[in-house]
């Protein structure tokens, strides 16, 4: 089992939504995160419409990143790998489903087609009591696919493999990673175009969309292009999306929320939350 004994930062003074100290996001910066963010158009104007409420008609989409897997455990990259979970990705899943269940009516669970993906939809599905016919596997809610770093230990790729791993740390959205590897602005286009079609065909709904650390923080970059993720995407976090029927307005009602896995004993802050391990 995982050292839980560190000290969790529970004072929340300033900052909301979190409760865990890699995730800090000041009460100002939240309040800009819960505008609606509309699409920018082809003059690149990203203007916030501050002041609107949520759009009407929305999909409500509460998206779960998999739990721990014995490679996010021992900082080796997944990207398209199929790595199933551990003990410990199992029991934050369902402590994850057991909070899911609690709230609102669930209509659907989807989930990239890879198994720590897909093994802890099912168990959030089985929680809300949906039929197994109710998770539908989306291979275009996969992680990012991270080429020739694939299976190596992140710590090692700057010195087994310095071409993919200069393109893995390029600021170029278009940098793809050699080995078939997808760039920034690929993996965006591919992920985000997935979730605006689940919010459309689910609009009036709130479904749950099990996905990686990398598609996650490109959510949020879409619902807020003018601002960082703060801290990592942690196992088997919560982060709830508004996404207007026609995919023009997103808005982030929750983010990092792993409010539930305190009292599991399953806290953890696993590697690869920022994308590098998935």
């Not at 021992?74 to 909070?99: C, F, P, Y």
């Amino acid at each position: 089992m995982l050292d839980v004994s560190a000290p969790i930062n529970s004072g929340r003074p300033k900052y909301v939504s979190n409760n865990y100290p890699y995730l800090r996001i000041p009460n100002s910066l939240m309040k800009s995160l819960q505008q609606p963010q509309k699409r920018m158009s082809n003059q690149g104007n990203n203007d916030v419409s501050n002041g609107l409420r949520p759009p009407l008609p929305y999909a409500e989409i509460v998206v779960v990143r998999h739990g721990e897997t014995t490679w996010n455990a021992s900082a080796k990259i997944q990207g398209h790998l199929d790595v199933e979970l551990n003990a410990v990705g199992r029991q934050q899943a369902i402590a994850t489903a057991d909070r899911l269940s609690k709230e609102s009516h669930v209509s659907a669970v989807y989930t990239s087609d890879l198994k720590r993906a897909s093994e802890t939809a099912e168990i959030i599905a089985k929680s809300c009591n949906l039929p197994e016919k109710k998770v539908i596997r989306d291979p275009e809610l996969r992680e990012r696919h991270l080429g020739d770093l694939q299976g190596l230990v992140y710590h090692d790729i700057a010195k087994l493999n310095p071409k993919a791993y200069q393109a893995f740390c390029s600021h170029k959205s278009d940098q793809e990673i050699p080995g078939g590897g997808e760039s920034l602005d690929q993996l965006h286009l591919r992920c985000t175009s997935a979730l605006e079609r689940i919010a459309k065909k689910h609009t009036g709904e709130r479904v749950v969309v099990v996905s990686h650390g990398g598609t996650i923080r490109e959510f949020y970059k879409r619902a807020a292009p003018r601002s960082l993720p703060m801290g990592k995407v942690m196992n088997a976090s919560v982060n709830v999306f508004h996404i207007s029927e026609n995919g023009d307005a997103w808005i982030i009602k929750t983010w990092g929320d792993i409010s539930h896995l305190k009292g599991s004993g399953f806290l953890n802050n696993a590697f690869g939350g920022d994308g590098k391990s998935g």
